[in-house]
């Protein structure tokens, strides 16, 4: 895992597999008038290696390079190399999506949660300017089940395969209730399928309208003090626990 070239090559062999009709020539996504010393691809996957090694220090992982400069004969300076990265975030993200989609075709069971992602202490929200420039995108106070305690911030929305592939996912300010993010997943490519879900996601009403609209089988656990209260399969349990 520590050996970065070894994951750069497989990494590269992947992308210019599952991307060959984006690639326009020469590992490059878009047009040059002068050819780079590194392609598109080749950006691409070392970018995807330091995700793949959990590398979350840039200045550790760019010093891992350098000490192996010798494998890397075409790379580029790190200011130019983060600057087509944040180019190329587009076809990141449709790789990405592909790879995911590819991993999860034969997936049937699929598990969505959701995650708060503060954006400061919860004592200096009304004091925090951070991304408050627009109302609608601006963050906002919620609260976690996890910790059982408000924060200010964000929710992750998260769907995910069995096996921990991610399927869909989204952001929401964090007042948004986990109920109100499956009129999203109607509008997702799932369909076909059964989605497991907490007590956060519990709703006759969206259940019905899931498998009316995208035959999604919403599995819920229900409370003790329902009248149908049964107790919920240990399959999807043990599931939501992964």
Known sequence: MHNIKTNFDKFLQLITKNAKDLIMEEGNFKFYPKKPKMSDCEILALSLCSEAMSIDSENYFWGKIKSQSTDFPNLIDRSNYNRRRRNLIGFYNQLT??????????????????????????????????????????????????????????????????????????????????????????????????????????????????????KIELQTPKRRNQSDFSKYPYVFAKAENV
């Open 97 to 214: 999506q592909n790879l995911a989609d590819q991993l999860n075709e034969e997936e049937t069971i699929f598990i969505v949660d959701s995650m708060p992602l503060p954006v400061c202490n919860i004592a200096r929200a009304n004091r925090s300017n951070v991304l408050r420039e627009d109302f609608e995108t601006s963050p906002d106070k919620g609260y976690s089940a996890i910790t059982k305690t408000y924060f200010y911030g964000y929710k992750l929305h998260l769907i995910t395969s069995l096996k921990g592939v991610y399927k869909s996912v989204d952001i929401t300010k964090a007042s948004v209730h986990d109920i109100h993010y499956l009129d999203d997943v109607k509008q997702s490519s799932l369909n076909n399928c059964t989605l497991l879900g907490d007590k956060g996601y519990l709703s006759s009403e969206y259940k019905v309208d899931l498998f009316h609209t995208s």
